[in-house]
Nanobody, 121 residues
Framework: VQLQASGGGLVQAGGSLRPSCAASGRTFSRYVMGWFRQAPGKDREFVAAINGSGGSAFSSASMKGRFTISGDNAKNTVYLQMNSLKPEDTAVYYC???????????????WGQGTQVTVSS
């Protein structure tokens, strides 16, 4: 399983970004896909997850309403729509694939390389 994240960048506070994660093969339909983030000096933090086969999704309570995860089965790609960005959202954002629908990063088996998101004040 290979995951390729892209679409990060530099944006001003209040702006939006939509990183994407392209997966190899039929990863999206076979696995739970998740987004995590890690800021310098901080632990890896759950953002959102989606069950490709069932279509259900959930997001971290602290980001709910601003961040939305979605997927395109045909393109084997997962997206993270991020709105109303804040400087504290600055982090490397990682996509991951796992067999369980969870916010626990330890349960995800495959990881992409990450994409940097920087929000300026």
């Amino acid at each position: 399983v290979q995951l390729q994240a892209s679409g990060g960048g530099l944006v001003q506070a209040g702006g939006s970004l939509r990183p994407s994660c392209a997966a190899s093969g039929r990863t999206f339909s076979r696995y739970v896909m998740g987004w995590f983030r890690q800021a310098p000096g901080k632990d890896r933090e759950f953002v959102a997850a989606i069950n490709g086969s069932g279509g259900s999704a959930f997001s971290s309570a602290s980001m709910k309403g601003r961040f939305t995860i979605s997927g395109d089965n045909a393109k084997n790609t997962v997206y993270l729509q991020m709105n109303s960005l804040k400087p504290e959202d600055t982090a490397v954002y990682y996509c991951a694939a796992g067999g369980r629908y969870s916010s626990d990063y330890a349960l995800y088996d495959y990881w992409g390389q990450g994409t940097q998101v920087t929000v300026s004040s």
